[in-house]
């Protein structure tokens, strides 16, 4: 049988029970606890998801202008430096010429006419003449790999080579190396050697 000091100790116990629950519940660890459930739980917004992706698209679409600028900074660069290449190449080929003419027994200069102000000559490294002094401009063309003239596949490249005496044993040497990106014309890359008759 329960008498009224069973009750009595039974409720004394669940008053202590429900007590410690209430202290339990507000705690600081608790809240915490259930403060970080709640955010975990916690969905995104449609116009979270927006944000989201207004945020990313710049990111990706700085990134891609930044890759294109980079491609460009660097075709535009390769082309600088065949440009410079031909430009000395157009020397050498003057200057093989003069060497040519020593080799063959002819006089130093023959072949190498003045060619200045608005004319110039074309030249090919694998032709021994210089070609005809004119003002038509023609595109370098690819042929096996060598920049000459007269290929199917042509270059953005225009070289001008100019010769002007400067006295019976000097030579000016001139030239210019032209080139086309994007419908404009890029440089000159100028290139000016003296050459000299400098053996008898």
């Known amino acids: 049988m329960l008498n009224k ?17 209430f202290i339990c519940l507000n705690s600081t660890p608790f809240k915490k ?32 202008s930044v890759i294109q600028k980079t491609i460009s900074e660097i075709y ?11 430009v000395q190449e157009g020397v050498e080929i003057v200057r093989n010429k003069r060497d040519a003419n020593w080799s063959g027994g002819a006089a130093w200069n023959s072949g190498l006419d003045k060619c200045d102000g608005n004319n110039f000559y074309q030249a090919d490294y694998n032709d021994p003449d210089l070609g005809i002094c004119g003002n038509t401009a023609n595109f370098i063309t690819i042929i096996n790999g060598y920049y000459c003239y007269g290929g199917s596949y042509q270059t953005p490249f225009i070289r001008e080579i100019r010769i002007t005496p400067d006295s019976a044993d000097k ?18 890359i100028t290139v000016q050697e003296n050459l000299y008759k400098w053996r008898q």
């Open 5 to 21: 000091w069973h009750y009595k100790h039974f409720n004394i116990q669940a008053y202590k029970y429900f007590v410690n629950m």
């Open 33 to 64: 606890r259930r403060r970080i459930n709640v955010k975990m739980n916690k969905g995104f917004t449609l116009l979270e998801v927006i944000f989201a992706i207004f945020v990313i698209s710049i990111g990706v679409l700085s990134a891609y």
């Open 76 to 86: 535009q660069s390769s082309l600088h430096l065949t440009a410079a290449y031909l």
């Open 171 to 188: 030579l000016i040497i001139s030239v210019k190396v032209f080139w086309k990106y994007k419908d404009d014309t890029k440089g000159p």
